[in-house]
Each structure stands twice: as C-alpha cells, then as structure tokens.
C-alpha cells in the first residue's frame, strides 16, 4: 500500500520531478494525489498535469487571509486522503491551520545547512558569505522560517570560482537524490510503528 502525499510548490518543479521518478522507479513508496501551488503560472503546474496528478492553484490574495486558504487546501487534502505534505520550493510559512491537522508531517527541503541561511535566497546568501561549504537540509515544517526539528542534513563544498548557477545546480543535484530518500525513510518509520 503506497503513503498518499500531496507537494505543495512555487516554481519550477525540479524536486517534484525527483519525487515523481522516484515513485516510478519504486524507490519511493508513495502516491502523489495532489500537486497545490499558489502561483498561476507556476511551471510545476504542467508537469503534475502532464502527470495526471490533480491539481490546485490557488491566489491568495484571493481570500480573507491565511486560515481561510489553508482550510480550502486542508479540504483539498482530506479529500484525496492526504497522508504526508511535502514542500518542495513552496514559498509560503505554513499556518495553524494545516500544522495541526498534519503534526509531524509536513516536511520541507531547503538549500543550506540550517540554522545558517534561512528563508530566501539561500544560495545567494552562502555566496555572499562566502562560505566553502552549503549544502540541503530536510526538515519538519513548524510555525517558523526554516526552524523546524531537523531530519536529515548533506553538505557539499563551493568554491568562489562557482557561480550562482553552477552552486545552484549542485544543491538540486543533491536535492533530487536526497528528498525522495528521506520521504521513504519517513514512511517506513510511520509504517513500523
């Protein structure tokens, strides 16, 4: 029996294509049931269509404020059965709302060693540090930016030489292998218990 979990996304898609094709493979035991994203012409979008995967997009200017959009997307989810929330470049603090109806699963990846670098930008700030080594960090999302109880954590190093671009593409690259292998593990936990 496969976990069914939604991702909820912003952009481009990279770490949703990575989960996808690790549900293909069956290196991820898991159903995506539904892609969310709060931006129109988010290229996500497409590839969860392309996919068959339902879809919902929503503006949150939209509603009333933050509880009313969660309590449509919480709806979403109960409706599909959602188990787990992944975010994977989803640009939005998660509420009370969503928090409590989904405690320790909500999971988000970010692109730096946390604590350093939270929020946005996380790359372009290491840059600007200067540092010589970032890395990805998967962790549960609580009510902060970036400050949830972290789960797994891989570094890798950066040279000045690196442009955004290149440091950019080493991150996704540690990303697209690291997320879909954390997901699973927390899975077969849930399952054990």
């Known amino acids: 029996m ?28 898991a159903d995506v049931t539904l892609l969310v994203s709060d931006k129109i012409n988010a290229a996500v979008i ?11 997009v929503f503006n949150p200017k939209s509603f009333e404020n933050k509880a009313e959009f969660e309590k449509a997307l919480l709806a979403d989810c109960q409706a599909r059965d959602v188990e787990w929330i992944i ?27 946390l604590p350093a670098f939270p929020g946005k930008d996380a790359i372009g700030q290491a840059i600007d540090k200067k540092v010589k080594v970032t890395g990805v960090t998967v962790h549960f999302v609580d009510d902060g930016m970036d400050t949830g109880p972290i789960i797994a954590q ?22 697209h292998q690291l997320y879909p292998q954390v997901i699973q593990s927390l899975l077969i936990k849930e ?3």
Do not use: W
């Not at 949703?16 to 293909?24: G, H, L, P, Y």
């Not at 442009?163 to 540690?174: G, M, P």
């Open 154 to 175: 891989e570094a890798l190093s950066i040279s000045e030489e690196d442009t955004k671009d290149e440091v950019r593409r080493k991150i996704q690259a540690v990303e």
């Open 87 to 113: 975010l994977a470049g989803y640009m939005r603090l998660i509420g009370s709302t969503l928090l409590e109806a989904y405690p320790k699963r909500i999971i988000n990846i970010h692109p730096s060693l």
């Open 46 to 56: 497409e590839k969860a269509q392309k996919r068959n995967v339902d879809t919902v």
């Open 2 to 29: 496969s976990n069914k979990i939604a991702v909820f996304a912003s952009g481009t898609g990279s770490n949703f294509d990575a989960i996808m094709e690790a549900c293909d493979k069956g290196t991820l035991n």
């Open 191 to 193: 399952e054990a218990k």
